[in-house]
Each structure stands twice: as structure tokens, then as C-alpha cells.
């Protein structure tokens, strides 16, 4: 089971109950350690006093705010713990909108939100009036030293959570905008046909990390002392008529797909050198 991070009581309205939040994802991605280049050993990051012109141990560490060049409020852990608002504990849902006014834009990290003891009844009720509304909770909670903007959201088996962008936190392009008078309405209907001819049912797991599997190749590959063959570069075809790239587009979405990804492309690459490898 993955570790809590966050307890407390969720409310709306007179209704209470102990709710507790997981995790709901995680990335995952491949790191590299630095190394001294001359003789491979690990790098070590010392934490260093400019003052005093020598390392410190991690224990002379306390948190400090500049309120004005090189200058400090010294702020230890219990004094954020004493300024903490109601929301630290009470989860307070505000209001409930409809599902499709909210713009994922404002979606941030995502949580399994699960009923604590004695809470099983009341958060089957919520998430009932959800799915049956069709609408989502906006809600307050603090965590992680700040205080969010939550969607509460039915799940295929629960409740899940998403902590929200502030609106102020969302920036704003002048230059993000769409010229729709340069689309004719007929490379319009074109577009469209090459979009159903693609479409397909959402199936995350059929999605997968190319990269990082081609870098765990590589590793493999680096300690069997391999030669490393480069990943084919896609071929970049010039669009001089729209309507005639449309139109191949269309064709070739309607004939098999191919059987071969650009990773198994690397693999029938890659055996080449392993035979030099081994040879």
C-alpha cells in the first residue's frame, strides 16, 4: 500500500468524515549519478558556509526567508506548524461545478483519496452524488506547506483528487492564439476525415516510454561493453500543399499499420554490434 500524504476530515455541508490521500502517480525516469571524470568516483555535494568559509553538517541547517538582499527571517518548523490554517486538518469542499467547465489547464498533481474508519458510508454517498450529478467538489486543503485548490472527481472506484493551479499561477501568452481565417472548409473537412480515420479508444497502457527504454538498452548494452548504434532519425517530408499532405495523410491512415515501432527498429539495429560484440 502506498504511504499516506495527508489526514484529516473532509466536509460539506453538516456531513464529516476522516479521509485519507495517496499518491496517484508517480513519473519515472532515469538518473544519472556525476562522476569524477579521471578516476570515476562518485561526486559528493558539500553544503558550505560562505561565512565561515568551511562545510557545515545538515544539522546547522535551518530555514530562512530573504525579505531584502542578503538579509534573513530565520523560520524553524514548529513556528509554520503554529500558522498553519484549518485546512491543514479539514478538507472543506466549497461548491460543486460542472465537470466540463473545469479546464484541465488548472490540474495539477493527482491523489487516490480513500474513507478513513468509520468513513466508508459517507464517502460511498459522495461519490454516488457525484457520478449520478455529473458534477466535481471544489475544495480547500493545506499540504506540503501550502495551501491548495482542489477538483474532487468519481473515479472508475473512488474518489480522486487534483490539486489546482491558481488562476494567477496559469500564464498568459499573448502570442498563444489560433488564426482560424487561414482554414478553408474544405482542408477543414479533409482534417477532420484524417482524424476519425485515426481515432481509436483510449487504452493507456498501449502508451509506452520509448525513451527511457532505449536508455535502459543502452546501459545494458554499455556494460556488455557494446557498440551503441544510433536511433534512425524520423524522416521530416516539406508540406507544399496542404491539401495534397491531407489527402496522403487519409490514404495511408487506411492501409494496416505498420508492424515495426521506431523501438524495434533499434533492436534489429542493435544486433548487428552485438554480433561484432561477441565476435
Known amino acids: 500500500m502506498a504511504s499516506t500524504v495527508w489526514k484529516g476530515h473532509l466536509t460539506f455541508g453538516l456531513v464529516s ?21 579521471h578516476d570515476g568516483s562518485r561526486i559528493k555535494q558539500v553544503l558550505f558556509c560562505q561565512a565561515e568559509d568551511k562545510p557545515i553538517p545538515r544539522s546547522e541547517i535551518v530555514k530562512g526567508f530573504e525579505y531584502e538582499k542578503d538579509r534573513y527571517v ?78 474532487l472527481r468519481p473515479g472508475q472506484n473512488g474518489v480522486l483528487m487534483h490539486t489546482m493551479y491558481f488562476s494567477h499561477e496559469i500564464r498568459k501568452v499573448d ?64 508540406v507544399v500543399d496542404i491539401m495534397e499532405a491531407l489527402r496522403a495523410s487519409l490514404a495511408a491512415a487506411k492501409k494496416p499499420a505498420a508492424s515495426a515501432t521506431t523501438s524495434e527498429a533499434l533492436v534489429e539495429e542493435v544486433r548487428p554490434a552485438r554480433k561484432r560484440a561477441r565476435g
Open 175 to 238: 502570442e498563444f492564439r489560433t488564426d482560424v481565417s487561414l482554414v478553408k472548409e474544405k482542408e477543414l473537412a479533409l482534417a477532420t476525415n484524417l482524424l476519425e480515420a485515426l481515432a481509436a479508444t483510449f487504452e493507456p497502457e498501449k502508451y509506452t516510454d520509448e525513451y527511457r527504454d532505449n536508455l535502459l538498452r543502452m546501459i545494458e548494452m554499455k556494460k556488455a561493453g557494446q557498440e551503441i548504434v544510433a536511433t534512425p532519425e524520423p524522416q521530416q517530408t516539406k
Open 74 to 151: 530565520v523560520i524553524e518548523d514548529e513556528e509554520i506548524k503554529k500558522v498553519a490554517p484549518a485546512s491543514a486538518k479539514v478538507m472543506e469542499i466549497l461548491e460543486f461545478v460542472k465537470s466540463e467547465e473545469v479546464d484541465p489547464i488548472y490540474l495539477e498533481t493527482s491523489y487516490y483519496m480513500a474513507p478513513d474508519e468509520a468513513g466508508e458510508k459517507p464517502y460511498a454517498l459522495l461519490f454516488g452524488a457525484l457520478k449520478n450529478t455529473g458534477r466535481v467538489g471544489v475544495a480547500k486543503v493545506a499540504m506540503h506547506n501550502r495551501e491548495h485548490i482542489v477538483i
Open 17 to 37: 468524515f476522516p479521509v485519507k490521500l495517496y499518491s496517484a502517480a508517480r513519473s519515472e525516469s532515469i538518473s544519472f549519478n556525476q562522476l569524477h571524470k
